[in-house]
């Protein structure tokens, strides 16, 4: 089952604000809270936002934190399983352009949202070769 399958919108925020919850109180994080948790501290600028719920748009640049960091969450997972079949090494080569691993994290993630934003409008499944290209791109630009 996907990551996050199977949930409302509001479920899935609740997730990501418990995991940070619990890792201010001190409490034991379960593998996936303990993943998301790495997410959050490398992103700063939402911790207020998570602690206090504020809807999730708040952010000066219109992007819903839970957005970013659910796409974060995404490129590392399709990192881990290389998807699609490529990713893995597209991303080294991204991450030879790139001062951190964060830096070119963010590099997959915008090509990640192009390519999920361009299946939506189409009402078509994400199209992982465009994934794919988009990032091998981005890579002969930088």
Known sequence: MPLFA????????????????????????APLEAQLVDLIRAHPEYHAELEQDTGGNSQPSGTSPYLHLGLHAAVREGLATDR???????????????????????????????????????????????????????????
């Open 84 to 142: 699609p079949a490529g990713i893995r090494a597209a991303y080294e080569a991204v991450l030879a352009t790139c001062p951190t691993a964060h830096d070119a994290e963010h590099v997959l993630l915008e090509c990640l949202g192009e390519t999920l934003w361009d299946a939506q409008r189409a009402g078509r499944p994400p199209d992982e070769t465009a994934y794919l290209e988009c990032v091998r791109r981005r890579v002969m630009t930088r």
């Open 6 to 29: 199977g949930n409302s919108r509001d479920d899935l925020r609740a997730i990501w604000r418990e995991a940070w919850r619990k890792y201010r109180e001190r409490l034991p994080l």
